[in-house]
């Protein structure tokens, strides 16, 4: 249930925007019909264009799913990395909870790739990754909980 002072502001927020599109009709059809004929033929080229990629994408699907699952086995490895450094005191350490961020991005990517990759041996790199991701997590967590 809404309060009479939320129903007056949505109501009157509601009524602005209605008076704004009024007043900007004129101006933004003026605008598309001075574009003209240059605007169309680019919309058109683009769509085609956008078309023709997603194309290329569905019949390149196995090879681009197959580098997204490797993007993201690295991208979890450089998590690991990057939280790593003020763990082991090479930069400041940070608040608990952005100390604690890397290594909880990294195991998602890696249950990511475990989950979804056709490659056993990435599968099972994935797990080793994960399992270091997931240790660390529990270690930074413990420390820094006091």
């Known amino acids: 249930m ?23 009709r004129p101006v933004v ?3 598309l019909a001075h574009a003209g004929r240059a605007s169309l033929r680019g919309a058109k080229a683009l769509g085609r264009g956008l078309g023709a990629l997603g194309r290329l994408a ?14 993201a086995w690295w991208a979890a490895l450089g998590l690991l990395v990057m939280g ?16 604690v961020a890397p290594f909880v991005a990294g195991l998602v990517l890696c249950a990511a790739v475990r989950l979804l990759a056709p ?11 994960g399992a270091l991701h997931g240790t660390a997590a529990v270690l930074v967590w413990t420390a820094f909980a006091g």
Do not use: D, K
């Open 29 to 31: 059809r003026r605008g």
């Open 58 to 71: 569905y019949r390149r699907r196995a090879v681009i799913f197959a580098a997204t699952h490797r993007v």
């Open 2 to 24: 809404t309060t009479p002072m939320a129903h007056r502001v949505a109501t009157t927020a509601l009524v602005g925007l209605t008076r704004f599109i009024r007043a900007a």
């Open 119 to 129: 490659s056993r041996r990435l599968r099972v790199a994935a797990l080793g990754l």
């Open 84 to 99: 790593g450094r003020p763990v082991l005191g090479l930069e400041a350490v940070p608040e608990r909870w952005i100390a």
